[in-house]
Nanobody, 121 residues
């Protein structure tokens, strides 16, 4: 079973950038597809980005495409989310996630504890 710990959240003005990091432990990192989900206040947690085991393929939902970039460093058991041109509607708790399944899965198998991102207008 893999454990995930996110970092890098915080408060940023609209138009700004943040980089989230996620450190994985307790499993073979390259066995897992990695992803990021987010949960806005009063809403369900939703998938926003995923990356394949080799980092060859990535997938984004339309709401973040062109602004967010997911990447991974298999040597460091880490996955990242670079978030640019942030908007107030990006405000949410962001979760790192791992799955033995597919990049486009709507649900992953493991989640971190989450990190808060707040974008002020």
């Amino acid at each position: 079973q893999v454990s995930l710990v996110e970092s890098g959240g915080g408060l940023v003005q609209a138009g700004g950038s943040l980089r989230l990091s996620c450190a994985a432990s307790g499993g073979t990192f390259t066995n897992y597809v990695m992803g990021w989900f987010r949960q806005a206040p009063g809403k369900e947690r939703v998938f926003i980005a995923g990356i394949s085991r080799s980092a060859y393929s990535t997938y984004y939902t339309d709401s973040v495409k062109g602004r967010f970039t997911i990447s991974r460093d298999n040597a460091k058991n880490s996955v990242f989310l670079q978030m640019n041109s942030l908007k107030p509607e990006d405000t949410a708790v962001y979760y790192c996630a791992a799955t033995m399944g597919f990049v486009r899965s709507l649900e992953y198998d493991y989640y971190g504890q989450g990190t808060q991102v707040t974008v002020s207008a």
